[in-house]
């Protein structure tokens, strides 16, 4: 079950769909959300600072601050509608250090809510949706820049090869999978090709045993496997789409697989991962 859902608050108010996003998916599973809206320290600290470098010091803080009480303004006034409890937290931190305090923070969470990375602050959203599915021991909900604003998983799909993110990522959809009307097991012939037989463990039955009603897809690759996942969103359409996540973290730097890292910059809908 999901109860309690977590959030990192996007600074700018252009293209956020990720705060209604939330806002609609705690009202949609009657969850707590607690928004995280993080306030930048600036990148560079001087050891004498002048006049001038503590008039750009207090400019950059009351900016900061400014843009974090947008953003919680944004999630009160989309939380309105929903009957749901919520709260907010505005953290001072070096910008470097934002993505390990959220996946801190989303670890006492069910589920937490990232945005895609954009142009803007988009090297910093890139990290903090990365520690969240890495760090958190929780899955991430990657939500795109074109999703609608109103969360309705009727249609799901699932990209199953077989590996443990695969598997993690259905565990943590399975809230979702049960109140899907129509759910996709999605495999990839070219690439890593699923096992013909799965015996027990195959997951369709595994499914099914869960009271789902699963449709098995199979998908040529193309081009590449990213090209052929986001052709098959585009004409599927899901509501939904369910994934592991390969990658892994040294000295604090984030490696994705390329299959991942490819998703999160090219997906166009919501995106639950897991690692």
């Known amino acids: 079950m999901i109860k309690d859902i977590v959030v990192n608050l996007p600074l700018s108010q ?9 806002a609609s998916l705690a009202g949609y599973f009657g969850a707590h959300l607690t928004g995280i809206a993080f306030m930048y320290w600036p ?10 470098e503590e ?3 207090k400019e ?6 400014q843009a974090a009480d947008a953003a919680v303004d944004r999630l009160a006034f989309e939380i309105r509608r929903e009957p749901v409890s919520w709260n907010s937290h505005q953290i001072s931190v070096p910008v470097d250090e934002a993505p390990d305090r959220f996946a801190e923070i989303a670890r006492a969470f069910d589920i937490a809510v990232v945005s895609q990375a954009e142009a803007e602050n988009g090297a910093i959203d890139s990290l903090i949706a990365q520690a ?14 074109n999703s609608i604003l109103r969360f309705r998983p009727d249609r799901i799909a699932i990209l199953w090869d077989g590996s443990v993110p695969a598997t993690r990522a259905i565990v943590g959809a399975m809230p979702f999978l049960h109140r899907a009307q129509s759910i ?27 009271g789902l009603k699963i449709e098995p897809k199979r998908l040529q690759m193309t081009n590449d496997i990213t090209a052929t996942i986001l052709n098959y969103v585009a004409e599927a359409r899901p509501d939904l789409l369910v994934m592991g996540a390969f990658g892994h973290s ?13 998703l999160l910059e090219g997906m166009t809908v919501p995106t639950l991962m897991s690692h």
């Open 14 to 22: 252009k293209s956020d769909r990720t705060t209604a996003f939330a």
């Open 43 to 52: 990148l560079f600290v001087c050891v004498q600072m002048g006049v001038a």
């Open 55 to 57: 008039q750009f010091i």
């Open 60 to 65: 950059h803080d009351a900016a900061a601050k």
């Open 132 to 145: 969240a599915l890495f760090q958190s021991g929780h899955p991430a909900l990657v939500v795109p820049h």
């Open 184 to 210: 996709d097991l999605v495999s990839i012939t070219g690439e890593r090709d699923l096992r013909q037989e799965l015996g027990g463990a195959d997951m369709c039955k595994h499914l099914s045993r869960h």
């Open 250 to 262: 040294r000295f604090r730097e984030f490696v994705l697989g390329g299959a991942t890292r490819g």
